[in-house]
């Protein structure tokens, strides 16, 4: 699927996750926890916990554009 370990970022209530996806397997660095794609840990110390959802919507540049005319957009100098 990918070339190289993907890594991502995540809370639980406790603490601070970065997950791994590699071997066919998303695993945390911090507990080495297997998670499903759904947030829930399916093996280790974590096992049965789940991850906080947060709510993320992907919009196409036009259409936010069209919506939020005032948004500013940031270029590196």
């Keep these: ?13 406790a603490e601070l996750l970065t997950f791994v996806y590699a071997d066919g397997q ?12 759904r947030g829930t840990a399916t093996s280790g110390p974590l096992a049965g916990a789940r991850l906080e959802p947060i ?4 919009h196409l540049w036009f259409s ?7 948004t500013r957009i940031y ?3």
Aim: aromatic share 10%; charged share 20%; with cysteine.
């Design 1 to 13: 699927m990918w070339a190289q370990p993907m890594r991502l970022c995540a809370c639980t209530k």
């Design 26 to 37: 998303i695993r945390d660095e911090q507990t080495s926890s297997t998670w499903d794609v």
């Design 55 to 58: 709510v993320a919507i992907n």
């Design 64 to 70: 936010w554009a069209a919506f939020k005319p005032e």
């Design 75 to 77: 270029q590196p100098s």
